[in-house]
């Protein structure tokens, strides 16, 4: 049986083709620039030549027929017929109070799903067209839908609600939410088995790091808090979003400057954040003009780092007892300089990192484990696999077996767990750099 994963942005269409019976990704994908006047597709497949093409997409049903098209191509296709795929999980942005764990598709989720589009106006209509672009070309297969925000649903109303009129909560939804739950999940489960403790006796900070960027604070293994909000803008310091900020700025800089509502909103979304301060967004690129004297750059790092450190430290106050400290996502898995600047200073509070070790940690084939031994905190680097989370919950909707995720037995939750492609990529990359070898936690696979 195959699974088909698709995350199905406002212009994009990234997708995974998952073999469940032989656990392994057969193929990864991404169409880009839909509606505009032409798309482009990419799709890259072990064995096969990697595909690319310019072709015309104007809504997301054109660009899902060419997917599933390709996946079945005599030449870069993986799989012989679309009958083999046995269900299609999605990835969608916002489930608001209506929907807390993932759920099985039929016509009353999209109308609640269509309700939901003004918490979010920009991916909400996108991830729809998406469900029902596949509803309409592979009838009678299972669609799941797993939301970014049902992992943080367990958070308590103080730490949800914002001091604001209660009206705008109770007419409008106005609360805190939380992002990149698939990932927070996934990384949280990672950790307990590293740590070889049951999750419900785990308490861990994730922070995920990448162009967007958000930190959790996991309890027993629930969510008790997470930075970002009602959207994803709350929160860390981002590529190019504000973050946390003075509400008062808006109609300071509306009446100054001139800006519509809606003006705004972009220039938090899209303008502000490392682009904001320094013009640049790629992590890489900030440090490379930091390190040659860049001093915009290196203040938009500082204040990235700075802001991730507040939120670690804030959370290890409301967990009191904290097991590890996870960094994840593109440049939690790669960025040793921002890695180091969060964590600095925390020594007195029992995170000491190991800065050789810290250094090392340059790959997304393997679990590190980044802390000095005199550390009380363990501090990890754990490659999140969203993809894999949304299969799984895809695979336990249809044939019935689905619970919330403190009940619900995930593959990855367990010790026995081995992620076949990447730890066949971390025997290359120990083969290249034999130091690697030495930090990979205990209780990762080798």
């Not at 009940?407 to 034999?434: G, H, Q």
């Amino acid at each position: 049986m195959v699974i088909l994963v698709l995350n199905c942005g406002s212009s994009s269409a990234k997708y995974q083709v998952y073999d469940w019976d032989h656990k392994k990704v057969l193929s990864v994908g991404v169409v880009e620039r839909i509606g505009l006047e032409y798309s482009t597709i990419e799709q890259k497949s072990p064995n096969r030549p990697t595909y690319n093409a310019r072709f015309s997409s104007p809504t997301h049903k054109e660009a899902i027929e060419l997917v599933l098209k390709m996946i079945c191509d005599e030449t870069y296709g993986v799989v012989k017929d679309l009958k083999e795929i046995g269900a299609v999980g999605h990835r969608v942005l916002h489930g608001g109070e209506v929907f807390k764990q993932s759920a099985l598709v039929d016509e009353d989720t999209i109308n609640k799903l269509k309700e939901l589009i003004p918490l979010g106006p920009l991916h909400m209509p996108a991830n729809i067209m998406g469900i029902e672009a596949v509803m309409s070309l592979l009838p009678g297969v299972p669609n799941a839908i797993v939301m970014d925000t049902a992992f943080h649903q367990t958070m308590s109303q103080e730490a949800f609600m914002y001091a604001l009129p209660k009206e705008w909560y109770t007419s409008y939804n106005v609360r805190r939410y939380g992002f990149h739950g698939t990932s927070h999940l996934y990384c949280s489960k990672r950790a307990s088995v590293l740590l070889g403790k049951s999750p419900k006796k785990t308490n861990v900070v994730i922070a995920h790091i990448g162009n967007g960027a958000s930190v959790s604070a996991v309890k027993n293994g629930v969510c008790i808090d997470t930075s970002m909000g009602l959207t994803p803008l709350e929160g860390l310091v981002m590529g190019t979003r504000s973050g946390d900020m003075d509400p008062a700025i808006m109609p300071y800089i509306m009446e100054h400057v001139g800006l519509s509502a809606k003006e705004m909103d972009t220039a938090l979304n899209k303008k502000s954040g490392l682009f904001g301060i320094c013009g640049l967004t790629d992590r890489r690129d900030v440090e490379e003009a930091k390190n040659k004297g860049n001093k915009d750059a290196e203040l938009a790092f500082n204040m990235e780092a700075r802001r991730i450190k507040k939120y670690i430290g804030s959370y290890m106050f409301l967990l009191g007892k904290v097991d590890a400290i996870v960094f994840t996502a593109g440049v939690g898995e790669f960025g040793v300089g921002i890695r180091e600047a969060a964590l600095s200073g925390l020594e007195e509070f029992g995170v000491i990192l190991d800065k050789k070790a810290n250094a090392l940690a340059r790959s997304r084939n393997g679990e590190f484990e980044i802390s000095s031994p005199k550390s009380k905190v363990k501090v990890y680097v754990i490659p999140t696999d969203e993809e894999l989370v949304i299969t799984e919950d895809a695979v336990a909707l249809m044939k019935g077996t689905y619970n919330n995720h403190m009940e619900f037995k995930y593959s990855f939750a367990s010790k026995k767990y081995v992620n076949k492609a990447r730890a066949a990529n971390l025997k290359k990359d120990i083969e290249k750099n034999p130091a690697l070898k030495k930090i990979i936690a205990e209780n990762s696979w080798k």
